[in-house]
């Protein structure tokens, strides 16, 4: 492996501009706010404590932690600023370390293109209703689907390629651990929590790698489609030899792995605890075509007994 260089840090917040490996060489903590009464609560611009913002950046946390205790802040993110719609980093490794977001999310790797966390339509018109109007309503879902999620039904089988690899690392989030928007990526050999039964691993495209993971869900009020693991465009992907547990009490989601408008699937090898089902496809249109092959699965209903 090639020297490093350290990576710089400016008030609890750091970027990575230039290609090439990295070292963090402390902990990183960013602190919550002080508690406003006046303003109902703590408040948080949201962002990242880190972002990596070049393309090929080996980013080598040598066993040291990201917590990002700010209310709405994650822990890394993969640009601070973006100049066009093509400028977008490809390539990132981020290993050997531990990630904490107390409120939001682990890894976000999503400057392909808009916030999309929502891939359903049914979703959309669930949360945009919440009490409100009916003209509300149908903007929301305007907004977040017919143009956010718009974005993916024309690009479809040609999202493009992002090859990012994380490895090794230890992640715990409230909302997501790893989330990526772009294909050919691999998420290796970690171990990664979510306690605000939310999405652990969401990924946009194809030929993804999901392998060797310990992957775990907890948390009272998960939608139907909060699996573990949720696979959108992901043609020709590959989910092997994880160990995926659901510790959930209340609603639980539907099965440990949604996919959603993804052909051939690979799905094998994996130990799932306490999912109602394996996995569970999403499709809501004539247009998506999901299909999985499945082998050599192991379910249980709980840690004492199998399914």
């Not at 209310?71 to 973006?82: E, F, T, Y």
């Not at 999405?199 to 009272?220: F, K, M, P």
């Not at 489609?225 to 465009?233: F, K």
Request: charged share 25%; net charge neutral; aromatic share 6%.
């Amino acid at each position: 492996m090639a020297a490093c260089g350290p990576v710089s840090v400016e008030r609890t917040q750091f970027e990575v501009a230039h290609s090439g490996p990295v070292c963090l060489g402390h902990d990183i903590t960013r602190p919550g706010e002080i508690f406003a009464w006046m303003n109902g609560g703590e408040t948080s611009a949201g962002g990242a404590v880190g972002y990596l913002g070049a393309s090929k950046v080996e980013l080598d946390l040598r066993g040291h932690t990201i917590l990002a205790k700010r209310v709405g802040v994650s822990a890394l993110h993969d640009a601070a600023k973006r100049l066009t719609s093509d400028d977008y980093p490809v390539g990132l490794v981020i290993r050997n370390g531990k990630l904490i977001s107390a409120t939001a999310s682990g890894v976000v790797l999503d400057d392909l293109f808009g916030d999309v966390f929502l891939s359903l339509k049914s979703e959309v018109e669930r949360f945009c209703a919440d009490g409100r109007s009916s003209d509300y309503v149908k903007a929301c879902v305007k907004d977040w689907y017919e143009d956010e999620l718009g974005v993916l039904q024309r690009m479809k089988r040609n999202v493009p390629r992002t090859g990012h690899r994380l490895e090794q690392l230890d992640v715990s989030a409230e909302r997501v651990a790893v989330a990526i928007k772009g294909s050919g990526n691999v998420v290796r050999q970690n171990q990664l929590k979510v306690t605000g039964c939310g999405v652990n691993i969401y990924l946009i495209g194809g030929n993804q790698v999901i392998e060797g993971n310990t992957i775990v869900v907890s948390g009272a009020r998960c939608s139907p489609a909060d699996a573990p693991i949720r696979l959108h465009v992901g043609d020709n992907s590959v989910i092997r030899n994880n160990t995926i547990i659901i510790e959930g009490w209340g609603d639980r989601p539907d099965a440990a792995i949604s996919v959603i408008d993804s052909q051939n699937v690979l799905i094998e090898n994996n130990k799932v605890v306490g999912a109602k089902t394996l996995y569970k496809i999403w499709d809501e249109d004539s247009g998506q075509k999901s299909s999985v092959t499945e082998r050599g699965n192991e379910m249980k209903s709980s840690w004492l007994g199998w399914k």
